[in-house]
Structures are given as structure tokens and as C-alpha cells.
């Protein structure tokens, strides 16, 4: 029986649609032992820092402080409170959503980013990161800042996507986050993160204000949505010569995901992570979000590149989180997304005097099984911490869950 005769009808479709697009598609073998995964408690959370705004540490003072507050305060206190929310809150993940650095008080840009992911560096957790729109105004330029997170130890960040040969920014790709280990979803996606550049300021003569979600990062988050909801196929290709795995290998894959033990029933929820936020975000007013608007406007670009809408069509992104408006720290639901804000984490950042800083804390569970094992994801829910003298916990809500979805 050759290959071709074995597919139904629909596989087909399914297979040529794939073989169109393969140009962008990562190269990839058979599921690889994922680098993020549930903990054994069936959960996995991610820990939202942004807008550290980190220059040049002691020396750096703190802004937008109380009186009391002003005296030895500095990039110090902001490492301290990384340091607080990692023992209290135990993350599997640490994301740092842009403006790392605070580029024109940085001397020293390398310097400055060791100093500011030194604690994250420390505990051994994993973490990622974005770059803001501040992150290249000291002695690095923006691919160069990327580049050096990327050198950095336990970081999962990446320059670029390796199969995207023209890309805009730096720093879009993606993570997989695999199932309980030993459970039948252990080499499965349970949980999609998506990181893009958000850029840093418009180079269009014409347009002004901060720049945006270009068409190719947009096709690039297309094609990944779309290769995770058919990872059953793997296709192999070799410069011009392409070739498909065999019937029976083809058939071993796709029960990976879609048979026994476990079956994935339908594309993993995804969580989208950048710094700027999207024009949509000022869709929202105090009866329809939880959390504080506090900014006169949302600064997102001036323009709308679409992106909002790219997610609601790919169907898999159920939150985006980002930072750069550091009064805000509100999240509302549109069009079956929720946009969250995490509110000003660093202490050389602008802020409000007597408003804490504070960070955004995400956390995916797992669905517990009758027969004891774990299935696919059963909620999504985030909450904040405050810097205060006990990193009190403010608005707790669920973003996402199975029943309701």
C-alpha cells in the first residue's frame, strides 16, 4: 500500500495544505523531550515581570517613590523584589516583558542586563524575555541586546525563530510546555507561549509614535499556530528535495497527539507575550476589566497592524500580557481574549508615589482524570502581587477555562 493510498480524503487536503506552507514550517524529528513542563501537581506558572527599567544598580535611584521611601532606594530594590516573588510564588517560568534596561541611564548595556536578570539567573528557574522600547538606547544595539540575553544562563529566549529566514524585530518565537512527566500528555503541548518583538518606535517618516506587530512577525505566529495544531505531521525537507515520512511513521505521529493513550482533543491553548500593547486594549473602561487604568491613554502605536485580529483568527491565543503603560495593570476579555496589563514592576521606572509596583502571576492547571493521570488543560487563572510588606495578592480571575471555552 503506497503512502498515498492510505490517507483518507481529508488527511489529504490536510497534508497537501501543509506541504504549501512547509517553506516555513521548523524542521522538526519526532516529539523531542520538551524543555517547560506541568509540575507534578499539575500545574504550571509563569511569573510576569515588566518594565524593570534596570540601569546601572546602587547608583540608580528610584522614582516616583514616597519621601519616606527616597533614601537608599534604588535598582537594588527592584532585584529584591524578583528575589521575594520567586520564593513566594515558585514559578516554573519567569517571562520579563520588555524595557529590561533602561537604556539611556544604562553605562554599560551588558553590564546593566547581567545585573537585571541576575536574580532569575540565580534561582535556576527558566525564564524569557522581550525587548521594550528602551532596551537599545544604551551601548548595545537592538539585535545585540538580544543576542546577549539569548548567551545568558537557564534563559529559553531566542533571537528568532530559526526556520523564519526574514523576520522584523528580535526575539519572536515560541514555547512549548509539555504534560505532567509520565503521564500520556508528558511529549505533548499542553500549553502554547508565544514572545514577539513589539518594536521600539515607528521608522515610517509618516507615521509617528511607538512602532508594532509587523505583517511578517504576523505571518510567522500564523504558520507556528498552525504547525501546533497538526504537529501529528512532520514533514522533512532538504533544500529542493522534499519528502514525506511514510504511512506507517506518518500514522505513529498523528496517534501521538489525536490517539491512546491520551487524545490531545483539539490545539492547545496559547498565551501571547510583548511589550507594547495592542490598540484594542483601549476597548476597555472600568465596567468591563478588573484591575486599574490609571494612564490618560493607552500608548500603543498609532497605527493598527491587525495583530488582535490575526489571534482571533488562528483561534488559540486565550490571553496577551504586556507592560509599557505602567499605571495600568487592568485585564479584560474581547472577542474571547483577555488583554493584561502587569503594572510597573521596576523602581526606576516611572510610577505613582504610594502605589506599589508590582507583577502579574499566571497559572495553567491541568485536568485531573478519573482513572488518576492528567489531561489537557482545565483553567487558566492570573492574580497580582504588590511590593508590599506582604506581597499581598490583589485580583485574582480566571482567564480561560475548559467548561466555559
Known amino acids: 500500500m503506497s503512502f498515498r493510498s492510505g490517507l483518507s480524503a481529508t488527511t489529504s487536503v490536510v497534508l497537501l495544505l501543509l506541504i504549501a506552507s512547509v517553506s516555513f514550517l521548523p524542521i522538526s524529528a519526532l516529539a523531542a523531550e520538551p524543555k517547560l513542563r506541568f509540575g507534578s501537581n499539575g500545574e504550571f506558572k509563569i511569573l510576569q515581570v515588566a518594565d524593570m527599567h534596570f540601569a546601572d544598580g546602587k547608583s540608580t535611584p528610584c522614582l516616583d517613590v514616597l519621601p519616606s521611601q527616597v533614601k537608599g532606594c534604588s535598582d537594588l530594590n527592584t532585584s529584591a523584589f524578583i528575589h521575594r516573588m520567586i520564593l513566594a510564588e515558585k514559578p516554573n517560568l519567569i517571562v520579563f516583558t520588555g524595557d529590561n534596561i533602561y537604556g539611556p541611564d544604562a553605562t554599560d548595556a551588558a553590564k546593566s542586563l547581567n545585573a537585571a536578570f541576575a536574580p532569575a539567573i540565580a534561582s535556576n528557574i527558566p525564564w524569557a524575555a522581550v525587548l521594550g522600547n528602551h532596551d537599545q538606547e544604551s551601548t548595545l544595539s537592538r539585535e545585540g541586546v538580544m543576542k546577549h540575553i539569548v548567551g545568558l544562563k537557564n534563559t529559553l529566549s531566542q533571537v528568532n525563530p530559526p526556520e523564519a529566514k526574514s523576520i522584523d524585530g528580535f526575539g519572536n518565537y515560541n514555547l512549548e510546555v509539555g504534560g505532567v512527566k509520565g503521564s500520556s500528555f508528558e511529549n505533548k503541548s499542553a500549553l502554547n507561549l508565544y514572545f514577539l518583538d513589539s518594536g521600539d518606535y515607528s ?26 495544531k497538526v504537529t501529528s505531521l512532520t514533514v522533512i525537507f532538504n533544500e529542493k528535495l522534499l519528502s514525506i515520512l511514510n504511512f506507517n511513521q506518518f500514522i505513529a505521529l498523528q496517534q501521538a497527539y489525536v490517539s491512546k493513550p491520551q487524545p490531545q482533543k483539539g490545539p492547545a491553548p496559547g498565551l501571547a507575550y510583548f511589550h507594547i500593547p495592542l490598540p484594542e486594549y483601549a476597548r476597555f473602561d472600568e465596567s468591563n476589566f478588573i484591575g486599574v487604568k490609571m494612564e490618560k491613554g493607552i500608548s500603543s502605536a498609532s497605527v493598527n497592524s491587525g495583530f488582535f485580529s490575526t489571534m482571533v483568527g488562528a483561534g488559540d491565543v486565550k490571553a496577551v500580557f504586556t507592560g ?15 488583554l493584561c496589563y502587569a503594572g510597573g514592576f521596576g523602581y526606576h521606572a516611572y510610577g505613582k508615589a504610594g502605589w506599589s509596583r508590582r507583577a502579574r502571576v499566571v497559572v495553567a492547571t491541568l485536568e485531573k482524570l478519573e482513572e488518576g493521570g492528567w489531561g489537557g488543560i482545565k483553567s487558566i487563572r492570573t492574580w497580582k502581587r504588590l511590593d508590599d510588606r506582604r506581597l499581598t495578592t490583589i485580583d485574582s480571575q480566571e482567564l480561560w477555562s475548559k467548561s466555559s471555552s
Open 203 to 228: 521608522t515610517v517618516p509618516s507615521i509617528p509614535g511607538y512602532g508594532w506587530i509587523k505583517a511578517s512577525q504576523q505571518f510567522w505566529f500564523e504558520r507556528t499556530s498552525s504547525k501546533l
Open 324 to 338: 509599557h503603560d505602567h499605571l495600568n495593570d487592568f485585564c479584560g476579555k474581547l472577542a474571547d481574549i483577555h
